[in-house]
């Protein structure tokens, strides 16, 4: 066969294998009507690809230099056909950027405005207008448009050139393949994961809007030299919903092969129903090369046929098992800034159970979702439990958050500290050369004490176990902890100070503090006062007196720990850091406001050396002090930062983007803008009631700032039992001089005020204006709004004098 001839077949049966089945007899007898032998061969070629699906493999395999040839006849080809230079509507032409199975993608620059712009042009290309072809670039612009998410490349502009050719003008991403970027910026493990998550999301932010992506691999996934994420290519996106955007859908027969098969799921090879489920197995291949620089298949030398078996029927290699087996591992050991001995540390266990639950065959046994895989990465990335792999022990406590979760909260943190202890004590008393059987067997009663706590609240160990609430097992726990470990001192007051903080989280302040400072006691004694593990102790303690509003005792607590840290490691660790912070929020709270925001600006210049993921709380208190400063752009610049560095440390999101969200819903009501405070609120008050009991002074505060916002929008009927609900709370928990009930009752007054019962609100406007200023000081923000309610009620009240009085204080 000559080299004519092949280029011949070659474009008829590129072209034809695009079309509808029922459409390419009629198109090769028209293209071949002088040439019966050319159609005969061209029908062989569609019956072997219809046949044994080897598209080509046989056949071009065998001919390998007539493969070239045809290469570089393409490449003539198309060249000669370039649009470089060209104007296609309102782009000026200048680079070709790629080529694929169905169109070009141009580099453009816009030529019909004084605004520079650029972007990156998508034509079909010349003769695959077919309807079902000009259906799905339809419905790829119709994604485009509909999606809006920082890390997905967005639709510019689109039309039919004069040709009579769609295209589309996409966003122009200058960068590279996620994994080369990695590799050229030898990114570490924690980096590439992090890089990882920002695709998920984006991913989620696709399913959300119920289009599944399809075609997700590193060619379509590329980060700029800022380091800046963007997903392109949504030419195969499947949406879960036919109607969503009330266009025909386009046929997708399998012969279409409408995927990158190194990177399909097994449901797209075989055919079967297409979920979100399907992107999470092009996520995990994606995953298993960031981590270990090979596919997880070795496809080389593999048909067709061969490939689609092995995406079906073969288990990929643990990644840390595929990286042990690599023979000159030096290049990925020096791209991932590690040893070969730490690379593989880091892979084995929770790394090596993510990833192949990800790759798992059956959609059921995969991750469900993104988000769930993304979950399971934070959590390795906090050393928590992943849901991929259980154990034995922990296998008891991971069932119990699931029975508990919600009710445990941020308290299931310090439940974890519990688990870590034993492992830790464990290996620590192992170590002890002089006394390692002695030691060794008090760590295992530590253990069993642990377990056995747990146990109590398994139902198949225990039947009556499903009446116990978390607090009865807490219960046991502290009984079983205050009954042993005499001769273990250490061990005692590590797990007291553990239960006391779960006890804290929980707001049962009673429990939490005999044990917090019977720990402190202890690490006094046995260590010394100016041990860092007192330090420690010192600001569990404090925060707890804190929140009940004992002030006094907490400032000497935290400068104790100040004190302590600044002795031990000087002041440039996080450490210190930690205590300055919560210094800060002391000055806060007692109405120091100048003095709080010099310790968090001290506590972020710290944070941002060490590149500590604690600066994100740091400027969320900030914005919260500039806010009682009046300064109300800066605190909602900061708190919006602190919204940003949560989700890029992924450091108990959601409960402090609440915390976040409550601060700048706090924000615009001081500006006046009423409608984006309850917004604000709501979306904060939703976050709380998914993490805490019913009653939680977490929920109150936002059932008491929501209210707050309605009744300055004369919404009072909405407002009172959200106050009530509030008040309550404080009252439950809280002494009954603390602020924050004198607060509710100040805003419920407020209502109360609206409806027109003066009486019934002066007496309590009058505590609350009193309990403020003696807590804050007169020019608080709080002490000005409670002053100027005050005012408002009695000149409503028809009494001038009382009101200027108060105008003027």
């Known amino acids: 066969m000559d080299r004519q001839h092949w280029k011949k077949i070659s474009h008829i049966f590129d072209l034809a294998l695009n079309l509808p089945q029922d459409r390419r007899t009629t198109y090769i007898k028209q293209l071949c009507r002088d040439d019966p032998a050319l159609e005969e061969e061209i029908n ?45 509507g309102s782009w000026k032409v200048t680079a070709l950027l790629g080529r694929g199975g169905m169109g070009e993608v141009y580099h453009v620059e816009r030529c019909d405005s004084d605004i520079h712009q650029k972007g990156a042009l998508k034509i079909m290309r010349h003769g695959l207008n077919t309807p079902d072809n000009m259906r799905r670039f339809r419905l790829e612009k119709q994604i485009l448009a509909g999606l809006h998410h920082p890390n997905i490349a967005g639709l510019i502009d689109g039309g039919i050139s004069d040709d009579g050719r769609p295209y589309l003008v996409m966003e122009y991403v200058d960068g590279i393949p996620i994994d080369q970027y990695c590799d050229k910026h030898q990114l570490t493990i924690d980096q590439r994961l992090s890089l990882l998550k920002t695709v998920c999301q984006a991913v989620q932010h696709a399913h959300k809007n119920l289009i599944v992506h399809r075609d997700l691999k590193p060619a379509n996934i590329l980060v700029t030299e800022e380091g800046h994420v963007k997903i392109l290519d949504f030419g195969i996106a499947k949406l ?40 999470v197995y092009p996520l995990g291949i994606l995953l298993y090369e960031l981590l270990t620089g090979v596919h997880p298949f070795n496809f080389e030398e593999k048909g067709i046929k061969e490939i689609e078996e092995t995406i079906l029927n073969e288990e990929p290699p643990r990644p840390s098992q595929r990286q042990a087996a690599i023979n000159d591992s030096d290049t990925l050991i020096e791209a991932r800034k590690t040893s070969q001995t730490a690379l593989l540390g880091q892979l084995r266990g929770d790394l090596d159970a993510i990833t192949c639950k990800a790759l798992r065959k059956e959609m059921d046994q995969r991750y469900q979702s993104v988000s769930q895989l993304v979950d399971d990465l934070n959590r390795f990335k906090a050393d928590k439990p992943v849901t991929a792999r259980y154990g034995s022990t922990r296998y008891y406590i991971l069932k119990f958050y699931k029975r508990h979760k919600k009710r445990i909260g941020i308290a299931a943190g310090a439940v974890i500290i519990i688990t870590a202890l034993t492992i830790f004590y464990t290996f620590q008393l192992a170590q002890q050369r002089n006394e390692a059987q002695l030691q060794a067997q008090k760590a295992e009663q530590v253990k069993e004490l642990l377990v056995s706590i747990f146990q109590s609240g398994d139902p198949f160990r225990e039947p009556e176990a499903n009446d116990l609430s978390i607090q009865d097992v807490l219960d046991r726990g502290m009984h079983r902890i205050s009954n042993s470990l005499e001769s273990q001192p250490l061990v005692k007051a590590e797990l007291q100070e553990a239960l006391g903080s779960v006890y804290s989280g929980l707001i049962m302040y009673p429990k939490a503090e005999p044990l917090l400072r019977n720990a402190l006691a202890t690490y ?17 303690l404090g925060f707890m007196l804190f929140r009940k509003g004992e002030y006094n005792e907490t400032e000497t607590l935290f400068e104790d720990a100040k004190r302590i840290y600044k002795s031990n490691n000087g002041i440039e660790n996080t450490h210190y850091a930690y205590a300055v912070k919560m210094m800060g929020a002391l000055f806060s709270e007692t109405g120091r406001p100048q003095e709080a925001l010099d310790q968090y600006n001290q506590a972020i210049q710290i944070y941002e050396q060490k590149s500590a993921p604690e600066i994100a709380g740091t400027y969320m208190d900030r914005g919260y002090v500039l806010m009682g400063l009046g300064q109300f752009d800066e605190a909602e610049a900061s708190l919006e930062r602190s919204i940003e560095l949560f989700k890029e440390y992924n450091q108990e999101p959601e409960v402090a983007i609440a915390n976040a969200l409550t601060g700048l819903g706090q924000t615009m009501q001081l500006k006046g803008k009423l409608a984006k405070a309850e917004e604000y609120h709501r979306e904060a008050l939703n976050i709380r009631q998914q993490i805490f009991d019913p009653g939680h002074t977490y929920i109150a505060s936002s059932h008491l700032r929501l209210g707050w916002v309605l009744v300055e929008e004369h919404r009072i009927e909405e407002a009172i039992p959200l106050v009530k609900k509030a008040y309550q709370s404080f009252k439950n928990h809280l002494p009954p001089n603390h602020w924050k009930v004198a607060a509710s009752e100040g805003v419920l007054a407020l209502a109360w005020l609206g409806q027109g019962k003066y009486r019934q609100a002066e007496q309590t406007l009058l505590n609350t204006y009193g309990v403020l200023k003696k807590q804050f000081g007169p020019n608080d923000w709080r002490t000005r709004r409670a002053r100027q309610t005050v005012a408002k009620l009695y000149a409503a009240w028809k009494k001038p004098q009382k009101a200027q009085a108060y105008l003027n204080n």
């Open 44 to 88: 062989d070629l569609l019956a072997s690809v219809e046949a044994s699906d080897q598209m080509l493999d046989d056949h071009l395999r065998k001919n390998k230099a007539l493969l070239n040839s045809l290469t570089t006849h393409l490449q003539e080809t198309n060249i000669n056909r370039s649009l470089v230079g060209q104007t296609i």
């Open 240 to 279: 879960l919903d036919s109607d969503l955007y009330d266009l025909p859908a386009a046929e997708t027969r399998q012969s279409m092969r409408l995927m990158s098969l190194e990177y399909a799921a097994p449901e797209q090879v075989s055919g079967n129903t297409i979920t979100t489920s399907t992107d």
């Open 524 to 540: 006094k004694q046995e260590l010394g006062p100016n041990a860092p593990d007192v330090a420690q102790a010192s600001l569990l």
